[in-house]
């Protein structure tokens, strides 16, 4: 894929992405992962001074299924719709490793701006979380999944009511 | 056009769409539209639980005029600007029909979530409705068409500031 | 470049601009602009009367990156985050000059929706500014530069708290 195309096709995951998130479908969610993937949502606090705590950290696709079997079977909170609106993906600084060596696999990163909605039962819809992906997507076959998302979000005072992920 | 060309046009198709109403070019709006279109302004749960009920429903292009008449000249309300963000298309459920038929008009289906923001004069920028648009687009010639919008939003607290299209 | 390209392109820049404003990378933010560039963040009602008032003007790549060194060593304002969500470009009008006259820069148009949040510490996130970015853009080898960019946001209770570019 050329660059054009690679970015194009990260709009379209990221698209992907929130429709599955939105509609409800989880198990859509987790396969958008690599096997090994991380997945993190942080304040960019602690994000920026590089410092580990997170909200939710899933490390490997088996932490993702169990998140998801959390929520939908496990806790308990009131039921609310979210909708993301993620921004093109800013690829400028993107670095296409092991390009010389055809039998490793082609890994990039990026970045792009997301705000989640979250509208709760009767109740107008409000910002849940304004905030960056940072990306590092792996080439898989003519797709591209992710083997890391941190979404880093801008305020403190989100992770209480923070249930589904960002 | 190719896969890739048809994700860009949608999302040329929705920066047009956006512009014609915050620009108040509601003339525009409607020759997005097929002269068969429908388009629904309609609260999630109604749409989910596949209730008929639309807070705005317009069949053909004539009843979209009509639409645009009240607002230019019936409908009494305080001025407003609002403001869209529509995001990249979620294509990959995208099915292109009559494929194999060259005489029949090709039509695809697509969604994309938007927010639309509200302000009264004065007032602080507030949102009006995040949502999902559920589409069908058809070609015409170069171009695409919308022969159904649905415009499917989040909270059922919007319906009594819907003046101008979502 | 094509007209998809083009398309993808500005997208592209757009990207980068949000991502050199929210990440703090204000020299980064200079450099998207040509050395005679107009920027401009305008309250709609003024913008669309053709009033002149302006609550940010800087006309030049100096004014640029005087505004820079106020936000950096002069200005006093509380710690923020702001997160800019920039709309696909509506290229429809796009007018491309001197398309014969193979020794002139070729300069464009275009419009894209923005929001801007802001994210104050300890504090939720809140809604900036929505609005329109009016540009013009100037063919720069492979890229493009802002000629001008006019930032036209809707509410007129902004400028009290605007410290970085919308």
Known sequence: MSGFDLFVEIQKRNAAYAAAINSGDLAAWVEMFTDDALYLAQPRENADRGLPLATIRCEGKGMLRDRVLAIQKTMVFTPRYTRHIISAPNVSYARIESEMVNTAPQVLSSSSNFVVF?????????????????????????????????????????????????
């Open 118 to 166: 979250q509208t709760l039962h009767m109740q107008p819809t409000q910002i849940l979380a304004t905030g960056e992906y940072r990306d590092v997507w792996q080439r898989n076959g003519d797709g591209l999944l992710l083997k890391e998302r941190r979404a880093v979000f801008d305020t403190e005072l989100v992770p209480n009511s923070l249930i589904y992920p960002l």
